[in-house]
Structures are given as structure tokens and as C-alpha cells.
């Protein structure tokens, strides 16, 4: 396809699931079921990645989340998205988060184009003057750039497909990496800063790109996309920039360093979900579906 866009899917249970009626959670999970047939007669033309996920919830409040998928289709326009999620059988019965995708290269090209006229539009400054002096106090209250930033050579993520049915048709699969899907944006109070913290911010999104850089070099990143400056159709948004990301390692604890050095790691929100082969999802969704039929 030559002019297409791309979507990061999220669909899960609705937060009233529990209070269903058993009779009622069963017909949700049959159109689980149906979900997977729907979703496989799609191609990597359309279909580029899919997963399921573990049941790793939430560290900070209890969680009603029973079952979660997590898909990027590729469509020509936002009308043929439409007519996809119209027919996915889990449309009325279901909680989805859209996220607009674009390709690294681009979202730096954004971010960079963002941080020149932030640095234009507080460009008020003269040497010795009072103005500089704030700036210079301002700057000198956050960090400087880290080591990794420049070190390594531009390029974007290929983001492999991943097509169902890839996991199962490969019986010498290796032990696989831990992959954490990792969505990233600015914070509430981000609103509310004044034009000076807001640069020194525009300068760790450049960082961050740097940093991705190093994770792509390192093999510790599968997949990275930024996002299209999209709002939100339920409620007034404050997000202005957001990044999805797909983070591999051995193990928990290698993640945990991994994600450290992310230098917005403490200035945003972050979505995080541990995924596992859609293939497996399938076998989850499959008992489910057994107990509520018992």
C-alpha cells in the first residue's frame, strides 16, 4: 500500500463484566472466540501485529481487566477502519483504545521541528541580560543530556509482522524473550507548565529517541511506533505526544534496567502490558469459555 494508515488496537473486557450474569459472560466469550476467527481472515496486508496478553494487571489499584488483546492494522483510510471495526464481533461488547500510529522517522521529525520553535519562541534572551540568567537557572535545575545521546547511528524500526498463527507454525521456537508493550505520554499537569519546563521536556523526547536508538542497537526493542497528535472522543484530553514501544528481555529484572534508562521514565504515564503469542491467547480464551459453559 502506498498511502495507508495504521492503528494500535487495545480491546478488553467491559469494566462491569463481573456483575454479568453468568449466562451473559458466556455469550461474550463465544464472541471471543469468534473475534479470533474474524481477525485471522485478514492478511499482513491489513493484520501487521497481534497479541494476546499474561495477567499482570496493575500494580496500583485493583483490576477488572479479564482478557486483553493488543493489534496494529494497516488500512488505506480511516473509512476502511470503520467497516473493520463494525464487523469485529467484540465491538458491542467490549472496552477498545485506538492509538493513530506513525513511523519513528517522522514522529522525530515532529519532535525535533517542536524543540526549534519552543527554543525560537524563548529566544528573548541577550548575553548578560536578566532573561538569560532565568534561563540558565532553569536549565541548571534538571539533568544534562545522557552519554548514549549522539552515540549511535539513525535508523527506523522495521517492525516486523507478526501474523497469527507465526507462534504455532514454528515448533523450534527458543526459549522467547519477555516482551512488554510500553505506551507512553505526557502527564496532567503537563498543561500547566510554563514554557521553560516545557522545552527542557521537548529536550528528554529527543533523548528518548536516542535512547530508542541504543535499545534498537542493543536488540532489547522489537517494535516502536510514535502517534499521530489524535485526541480523544469520550472526554476532554491534555495529550499532546504519545510512543508505543515493545521492549524484549530475559526476564523482569532485566526489564527493570532496560526501562530505566528511558530518560522520560519519571516525566509521564505509561501503559504497560506484558504480551504473550496470540496463540496462547487463544488457549485462554478457549478455558474461559469451557468454565462458563460448565
Not at 524543540?115 to 540568567?133: H, T, Y
Not at 529536550?203 to 536508538?213: C, D, N, P, Q
Amino acid at each position: 500500500m502506498s498511502g495507508f494508515i495504521e492503528v494500535l488496537v487495545l480491546n478488553s473486557n467491559p469494566s462491569n463484566i463481573l456483575d454479568w450474569s453468568r449466562g451473559k459472560q458466556l455469550e461474550r466469550s463465544q464472541c471471543v472466540m469468534k473475534w479470533h476467527d474474524y481477525i485471522q481472515s485478514f492478511s499482513s496486508d491489513n493484520l501487521r501485529q497481534v497479541w494476546g496478553s499474561h495477567q499482570i494487571l496493575s500494580q496500583t489499584r485493583l483490576s477488572d481487566v479479564l482478557d486483553l488483546r493488543a493489534y496494529v492494522v494497516r488500512f488505506e483510510n480511516l473509512t476502511e477502519f470503520d467497516k473493520f471495526m463494525n464487523n469485529d464481533p467484540l465491538r458491542s461488547c467490549s472496552k477498545y483504545t485506538t492509538i493513530l500510529l506513525t513511523p519513528l522517522s517522522d514522529d522525530f521529525e515532529d519532535d525535533e521541528k517542536r524543540l526549534e520553535l519552543a527554543k525560537k519562541g524563548l529566544s528573548i534572551r541577550e548575553d548578560n541580560s536578566a532573561a538569560a540568567l532565568i534561563q540558565d537557572q532553569q536549565r541548571a535545575l534538571f539533568k544534562k543530556a545522557p552519554q548514549y545521546v549522539g552515540k549511535y547511528e539513525w535508523k527506523d524500526c522495521a517492525n516486523p509482522i507478526i501474523e497469527y498463527g507465526d507462534f504455532s507454525k514454528n515448533d523450534s521456537i527458543p526459549e522467547r524473550p519477555l516482551q512488554l508493550l510500553i505506551v507512553g505520554q505526557n502527564p496532567p499537569e503537563y498543561m500547566a507548565w510554563d514554557d521553560h519546563r516545557k522545552l527542557i521536556h521537548y529536550e528528554k523526547v529527543i533523548w528518548w529517541h536516542h535512547h530508542i536508538l541504543q535499545m534498537l542497537e542493543e536488540d532489547k526493542v522489537s517494535h516502536v511506533w510514535g502517534t499521530h497528535d489524535f485526541c480523544d472522543i469520550g472526554e476532554l484530553s491534555y495529550r499532546s505526544a504519545a510512543g508505543a514501544t515493545v521492549y524484549r528481555a530475559r526476564d523482569l529484572s532485566e526489564f527493570d534496567e532496560i526501562y530505566r534508562l528511558d530518560p522520560l521514565r519519571d516525566n509521564g504515564r505509561f501503559w504497560s502490558i506484558a504480551l504473550k503469542p496470540i496463540e496462547e491467547q487463544l488457549e485462554s480464551d478457549s478455558t474461559l469459555l469451557s468454565n462458563l459453559a460448565i
